[in-house]
């Protein structure tokens, strides 16, 4: 008689993928703060990769410390740090946010040639034809910003300046500021709770 080996024990449901945020040094840390709330909040674990420049503007815009908003993230990553899991390709992702982007990160991303580990994620991330979404903080653009913005696009990032929209009716900044989260989360297929949208 032919005896069979036991059933395996069945597989525990996968775990949600990773989302890394970039905060560049670029006005607007607020929105990659949010942004590590918003993750949490939907249990969506979060690697963080902060400039040296964003701590600085984080200084200036915000009464959070660095250590503060780092405790908003699952994993942080310094960012000299290119031998960090951002860096390979293969570790796995949902995609990788930068929030706020400054001009010189879009830069360095559309050139592919990277100085830390916030545009090599970001690179990895294009080359393994993840979601990349830039929110870029920079007005008025000239032509080479904008050349720089359609070759990213053409590369298959998406360029989402956060601009804000008033048909939401928002009564505060932190309800502007939510918005265009929530707006970039959606490119994720990820639902931030309390979203105006319009119907």
């Not at 905060?23 to 040296?52: D, F, Q």
């Not at 993230?73 to 796995?92: C, M, Q, Y």
């Not at 929530?182 to 639902?191: H, P, Y």
Request: aromatic share 4%.
């Amino acid at each position: 008689m032919t005896s069979f080996p036991p059933s395996p024990l069945p597989l525990p449901p996968p775990s949600p993928l990773p989302l890394i945020v970039g905060i560049s040094g670029a006005s607007g840390v607020i929105y990659g703060i949010r942004m590590l709330m918003a993750l949490k909040t939907l249990g969506v674990p979060s690697h963080l990769v902060m400039s040296r420049s964003a701590e600085v503007t984080l200084a200036h815009e915000s009464r959070l410390k660095v250590a503060e908003v780092q405790a908003l993230a699952d994993v942080v990553h310094a960012p000299a740090d290119i031998a960090a899991a951002p860096a390979s390709g293969s570790f796995r992702t949902l995609g990788m946010v930068v929030a706020p982007c400054s001009v010189r990160s879009m830069s360095e991303i559309a050139s592919g040639v990277t100085s830390s580990l916030l545009t090599r994620a970001a690179d990895v991330t294009l080359k393994e034809r993840r979601r990349l979404v830039l929110m870029v903080r920079e007005t008025p653009l000239h032509s080479g910003h904008l050349r720089t913005m359609t070759a990213l696009s053409d590369m298959g990032a998406v360029i989402a300046p956060p601009v804000p929209a008033f048909y939401a009716a928002p009564g505060s900044l932190e309800e502007m500021v939510d918005h265009s989260v929530g707006r970039v989360l959606d490119l994720f297929g990820l639902e931030m709770n309390g979203l105006k949208r319009w119907s």
